[in-house]
Structures are given as C-alpha cells and as structure tokens.
C-alpha cells in the first residue's frame, strides 16, 4: 500500500491553482503547510497573527470576489470561525477553511463541535494523500464556506490518484454481509486493517468511506446499515463528528449502532498508533457483532 503525506498533496495542488488563477488567496495562521518554500504565484499567500484577524482579512478578500482559504490548527481555527461566523446570516461567498490535524497523539478533537451551529457549513474530511489533492480541485468549485479538516503526516492510500473527490458520495472500499463500518478522514485505514482481521475469523465487513460529515447522503446511510443491521463509525473527530451523523440517520431504524472515536496524530509517529486504532475498532466491532 503506497503511503503519501496529505499536507504535501494538498499544497502541491493549491500552488498550481494559484499560478492559474489570480483571483485565489491563501491565508495561514501556524497551519505548519507552508514551511518550505511556496511554490504559488508570488503574493498569493498571505500569513496572519491569529485566526481572528486571518478570517477578518479572508473575508474581505471574499467581499472583494477573490477566493480565500484560511489555514490554521484544527481547534482554533474552528472555534475563531465560530465565533466571528455564528452570527452571520449566510456564510461570505468562497471561504474555505483548512485545519490541520494535530501532529503529536492527542486525545479526539472537538474541532467540529464550535462548527455545529453554524448549518450553511459544508464538511470535508479526505482520508489520504489522493483525496486531499482532489479536495484541493473541490474547494475551487463551491461556493459559501467550507471546512475541511486535513489529516497530518504519511498515510496509506485507501484511494487511488486521480480519482474526484465527491462530498455527497459515500465510498465503498470493501463490501461484506455482517457489520457496516463508516470511516472518516484518517480512520479509513486503520478501519481497513480490522476488516482483514475480522475477516480472519470469518466475518464478511463492509467499510464505507465518508468523505464528508456534511453533506451526508442518509439515505445511502440507511441502506448500507440496514444490509447487515449493525454499523460502527470509526473517526479522529469528537462529538460533531461522524458518528453524530450517522445515528441521526439512522434514528428509527432497526440497526445497533457504535461509534469509535481514535485519537488524533499521524502514523509516523509510531507504528503503534495505526494498529492500536485497527485493534480498537475490530474489539468494538466484534462486541457488536455479539450483541
């Protein structure tokens, strides 16, 4: 399994839309993505203090018709575009926010929590290298605001290069009969590594990648669950999250839901972390399973 960092994808197709496209900014506030030297038209990005005056200059810059993308750490960023967007009455047109996950293990994030007021905002979560250079292309096509939450160091591709990101569509990266698993953003591969375990012992898993918590197709939801009647979600994100989502469509329906929440940081900070996340979503699925 090839393994890319979604940071350097990201930023490699951000700097080829800026050289085509002279309406596009890029903001930043300690997001860590542009380190090295940026390869984007000359001018194209622009660092900031704090994430409060980065989204006071982003959404100016939106005011004025140029497409801002504010980058920043996962948590402040979200809470600051709580705060300063809460009381907004539809989001600035063409905003897009980038957190960055954390690059040291922490416990699960509640950088989604702030956002969950705010209902205009559309939240993407690719799950590797492949996807976060495609949700690089997507940001350029939507307008209002956008969150999308960027998995931090080298992951294993789950998905293939080329391939479009599409927020609405749910991903199947394996099919079975007895346990639906909803993964999102960096669960995805360690979601795969419980399901050839579980299939070690004879159970057949379906793992479904969401590539955005909102929009979230739950009819689609429903159907995948109700194959099976049981289904575990599996995420880096607190409450607000995938999970969250996930038994609200599901709500009514004859299946037993779980939700696994892993703790944030990057595989290469041990290979110990990825497969404690595998063995904790194929213990939770396994007492599913029973129950």
């Known amino acids: 399994m090839s393994v890319h960092d ?15 496209d002279g309406s596009l900014i890029a903001f930043d506030c300690g997001s860590g993505l542009f380190a090295e030297q940026w390869a984007g038209r000359p001018g194209s990005l622009v660092r900031a203090e704090s994430p409060e005056l980065m989204l006071a200059l982003a959404s100016g810059a939106s005011s004025a018709r140029r497409r801002a993308l504010c980058h920043g750490p ?77 998995p931090a160091g080298l992951m294993p591709d789950v998905t293939r290069p080329g391939e479009a990101f599409e927020p ?53 939801i429903i159907r995948w669950a109700r194959r099976s009647g049981r289904a575990l979600t599996a995420e880096e994100h607190g409450p607000g999250g995938l999970g969250d989502a996930v038994c609200r469509a599901l709500r009514g329906q004859p299946v037993a839901v779980d939700t696994v929440y892993l703790p944030a940081g990057p595989p290469e900070v041990a290979e110990g972390t990825r497969r404690k996340a595998a063995d904790e979503i194929f213990l939770r699925a396994l007492a599913l399973l029973e129950w």
């Open 6 to 20: 979604p940071r350097l994808e990201y930023v490699s197709a951000l700097a080829r839309h800026t050289k085509r």
């Open 74 to 150: 996962c948590e402040p960023l979200a809470a600051a575009a709580a705060a300063a967007l809460g009381s907004v009455i539809g989001a600035p047109p063409a905003v897009a926010l980038v957190g960055v996950a954390p690059c040291e293990p922490t416990e699960p994030p509640r950088d989604l929590s702030p956002l969950g007021a705010l209902s205009a905002v559309r939240v993407l979560c690719p799950a590797d290298g492949p996807q976060a250079a495609a949700a690089a292309d997507t940001l350029m096509g939507i307008d209002g605001l956008v969150y999308m939450r960027l």
């Open 168 to 220: 609405e569509t749910l991903l199947p990266l394996r099919e079975g009969r007895d346990l639906c698993i909803f993964a999102a953003g960096a669960a995805a591969a360690p979601a795969l590594r419980a399901a050839d375990h579980l299939l070690g012992q004879g159970l057949f898993v379906s793992v479904v990648l969401a590539p955005a918590l909102r929009p979230l197709d739950g009819q689609e």
